[in-house]
């Protein structure tokens, strides 16, 4: 098992640069998972790490070796495709096998290991069966057996559920998560859907033009996004964005939006004067007509347990997740409260997140825990 | 409102299948008559291949075969039955025309010729055109698109244009008429196709096989041998039956380039009328002989060569 170092890491292919100056650690044992719209360059970083592309700058350490200009085969590690890659003309045994073959491996020794790790994925039945004859979830399950039996430092997995049908990929999630809860191997998977990345890692890297917008946890990330980008990206409805002006001075507890005043957490830096924007999540939305932030209902998402409530305000729709039970109906007039303590600020400009109260809270919890 | 629009597909009425097959068996007569009147021939006596009206019902002979295979002297009724018991079926029906059999004819080894060269150079079309297409296939190639246009290009030129440079540089290089040459000639003839058919199938295959087998120790050679070259048997299959079909067949070049030891059974074939007479019986046998392993390798490879055709259109 290993900690992935990636330093500067730069990949440019002719004047399109995938991937610029990607900073991060994958520590020992950790689920990391880089998450993007497509083309933001996080399959690109994958395959960096794994030697199938050769990075114009940086450096990627394996287990603090330099391995940035080695060979695929030279850095010990697994890759899981979207696609699977398992070898049509082979049986499910000598794929899972096929990584041990090229060690040179007896094959009694070759036939317990591929045993064992069938066993561990509950596919021994399948051993003897052909892949093409697979269902995804199996066939999803042989491509993990392969990338298990050789034990190799970490593994790398790009969009590995793309391809299933929704049932099988909540299963597989599930399972992939207790099975690295089992083998705990460092883990780089790549995906474009956010309820993956968020029900698996322990670490997410969001990523947008080869840049990565902001690295830490799930909750960090869903709570506290460091951009805009990241606060419209992950979340389901995105976060809210409500527009207002004038600058931010240290310690401000209030701003006006749309004429109406709204507390939000303190400001814990100056910004000048500029286009800013409110980020609230519509679960922090609730409806109160003695609001003075107005707005007329524009459709509702009925959902069960919640319902989303689109309301048109002075500045755009606005999605609200409210209580399933309240009535609404199309075209009546609400006014809305938000939640002070789980507002975010940004400069829209930058899309840069402005520094709160929120994210200090946050770090002295983490101080006092570390 | 039907969902199934977009895959349905009209069903050919009874009436439309019946006229197509029509058609069809019209047309395979027409191909298949000629082949039957060169099968029927080779089993006719030279007295009944030249008959008018022909003959449709005839009392088969292997004469033709005998005299495919044998060369043959005339000689006069006295010395002939001087001659001993006949030791065989050839033996005897040769003696009945007043001749007596010399020795074997030429074409056993024209035809091994016609195997070894054609054999020959598929074999070397299809491993060059492999590992060229993967070439192109798998790695950025400087220019791939124009050096892809100038492979094809070889094949855009008329033979007989070349015919006499090639005739020439032959004498000088002291290929003519030899199997080597030959052997040459065709792969270079048909090593263009091989490269454009088999990158079209190794496209298709996606990269990240390779890349599997190389992340899980193996080099890309031996990725290569392991995972590419076994899902690609179709379309090297499909391949080496046209190059096949064309080294086996071609005429032109083996006519002017071989005259002698490294002749092919094609350009040997016609010179067997020669002998003693239009023995058309002989030369339908040669070709019938001849038409054997092409049809053979056909069959047996009728799949993938139907995929050949339609280059890859039919997914897996």
Redesign the interface.
């Known amino acids: 098992m290993a900690e992935i170092r990636v330093q500067h890491l730069r990949k440019a292919f002719g004047d399109f640069v995938a991937v610029q100056d990607s900073n991060f650690v994958v520590e020992d044992g950790e689920f990391f998972v880089m998450l993007g719209p497509s083309g933001c360059g996080k399959t690109t970083t994958l395959r960096m790490i794994?030697?199938?592309e050769l990075p114009t700058g940086g450096q990627i350490l394996l287990s603090g070796d330099d391995v940035t200009m080695l060979?695929?085969?030279e850095?010990d590690?697994?890759?899981v495709?979207?696609?699977f890659?398992l070898?049509?003309?082979m049986n499910v045994r000598k794929n899972i096998g096929?990584?041990l073959l090229?060690?040179g491996m007896p094959s009694a020794e070759i036939r317990t290991r591929v045993e064992e790790t069938a066993k561990l994925l509950r596919i021994d039945h399948l051993l003897n069966k052909s892949v093409s004859g697979l269902a995804g979830g199996d066939r999803q399950r042989v491509a993990l057996g392969?990338a298990i039996v050789?034990r190799p430092k970490c593994f790398l997995m790009d969009e590995p559920l793309g391809t299933l049908d929704t049932e099988f990929r909540d299963l597989m999630v599930h399972e992939l998560r207790e099975l690295h809860n089992r083998i705990h191997a460092t883990t780089v998977y790549v995906t474009h859907d956010q309820m993956e990345a968020m029900s698996m890692a322990d670490k997410i890297a969001v990523m947008n033009h080869g840049v990565i917008e902001q690295f830490g946890t799930p909750r960090e990330i869903y709570d506290r996004p460091a951009t805009m980008f990241v606060a419209d990206f992950i979340g389901s409805p995105p976060m809210n964005f409500l527009g207002f002006g004038g600058g931010l001075a240290k310690g401000a507890r209030e701003i006006v939006v749309q004429g109406a005043k709204v507390a939000v957490p303190e400001v814990r830096e100056d910004i000048a004067p500029a286009d800013m924007a409110l980020g609230i999540r519509p679960e922090h939305i609730r409806f109160d007509d003695a609001s003075k932030l107005r707005g007329a209902i524009y459709g509702t998402e009925y959902l069960g347990t919640t319902q989303i409530v689109a309301v048109e305000t002075a500045d755009g729709i606005i999605k609200a997740r409210v209580p399933a039970e309240i009535r609404l109906s199309t075209g009546d007039h609400v006014g809305l409260t938000l939640s002070s303590a789980r507002l975010s600020l940004f400069e829209k400009g930058s899309g840069r997140a402005v520094r709160t109260e929120i994210h200090d809270v946050a770090s002295e919890r983490r101080t006092q825990h570390g | 409102m039907s969902l199934t629009t977009a895959h349905s597909v009209v069903a050919p009425s009874s009436n439309s299948k019946r006229i197509a097959g029509a058609i069809i068996i019209a047309y395979a007569l027409i191909s298949i008559v000629p082949l039957l009147w060169i099968f029927a021939t080779s089993f006719k006596t030279p007295p009944d291949s030249i008959a008018y009206p022909p003959k449709i019902l005839f009392q088969p002979s292997l004469e033709g075969y005998c005299n495919l295979f044998t060369t043959r002297t005339r000689q006069t009724p006295e010395y002939i039955n001087s001659l001993g018991p006949a030791t065989g079926f050839c033996d005897e029906t040769t003696r009945k025309r007043n001749m007596v059999i010399a020795g074997p004819s030429n074409f056993l080894p024209r035809f091994v010729n016609s195997l070894i060269i054609a054999f020959g150079s598929t074999f070397c079309a299809v491993f060059l055109g492999t590992l060229s297409a993967y070439g192109f296939s798998r790695f950025k190639v400087p220019l791939a698109d124009d050096l892809l246009f100038f492979i094809l290009s070889t094949r855009m030129m008329p033979p007989i244009a070349v015919a006499i440079p090639i005739y020439l540089m032959y004498r000088e290089l002291g290929l003519s008429d030899t199997a080597l040459g030959m052997i040459l000639l065709y792969t270079a003839v048909n090593v263009s196709l091989a490269v454009w058919l088999l990158k079209g199938f190794i496209d298709e295959i996606p990269r990240e096989y390779e890349e599997a087998a190389m992340i899980d120790g193996y080099t890309r050679l031996q990725a290569f041998w392991r995972t590419v070259l076994p899902q690609a048997t179709t379309g090297i299959a499909a391949t080496a039956i046209f190059c096949l079909i064309f080294a086996w067949n071609e005429y032109a070049f083996a006519a002017l380039l071989t005259s002698g030891t490294a002749q092919t059974a094609p350009p040997f074939i016609p010179t067997i009328i020669g002998e003693g007479g239009q023995d058309w019986p002989a030369v339908a046998a040669g070709t019938t002989i001849f038409l054997v392993p092409i049809l053979v390798f056909t069959i047996l490879l009728r799949k993938q060569l139907l995929r050949g055709i339609t280059f890859g259109a039919v997914r897996k």
């Open positions: 794994a030697g199938l060979r695929a085969r850095r590690i697994a890759f495709f979207q696609l890659a070898y049509p003309h096929f990584p090229a060690q392969r050789r």
